[in-house]
């Protein structure tokens, strides 16, 4: 009976997860400025929130997750094939890259930085799936 499992370390996963820490960092640091604005335009303009409708904020705050996890997915890819030339993408990397990101994104929910947009569930997992493979399609079909 064959491995099916025995393809995984022949992964170049120290490159994978160089590229998905660059990755995460860059989130992180994105998703903490995203709170400073916001912070600050609530101290700035107090009356503008309460204008918001609340079935927005409610809609924002469910779908920005989920949109914030496509982009990481996304971007993933770019700054792979950018800055991590030697790494070939084909399916089986990226499958490799999503488990790396979303393995370094739930070890960012630890860090002391406050965010809005970073969390680890199944959502975000499959979002960050659907970004890097939607824009990855050349390399893996």
């Known amino acids: 009976m064959t491995n099916r499992f025995g393809s ?8 994978l997860f160089q590229s998905a820490a660059v990755t995460i960092a ?11 604005g916001l912070t600050l335009i609530i ?12 079935l927005m904020l409610r809609y924002t705050g469910l779908l920005a ?32 890259l999503v488990g790396a990101l979303a393995l370094l994104l739930w070890a960012s929910t630890f860090l002391p930085v406050p965010g809005l947009l970073r969390m680890a569930n199944t959502a975000t997992v499959v979002s960050m ?6 824009s990855s399609k050349r390399y893996w079909r």
Do not use: C, H, S
Request: hydrophobic share 65%; glycine share 4%.
């Open 8 to 15: 995984l370390k022949y992964l170049p996963w120290a490159l």
């Open 26 to 36: 860059i989130a992180v640091v994105l998703d903490f400025l995203l709170l400073q």
């Open 43 to 54: 101290q700035q303009a107090p009356q503008l929130v309460t204008k918001l409708p609340r």
């Open 65 to 96: 997750p989920l949109a914030a996890a496509y982009g990481i997915g996304a971007l993933a890819i770019l700054i792979t094939t950018r800055f991590f030339r030697e790494i070939r993408l084909a399916a089986n990397i990226i499958w490799a």
């Open 129 to 134: 799936a659907l970004g890097a493979f939607f």
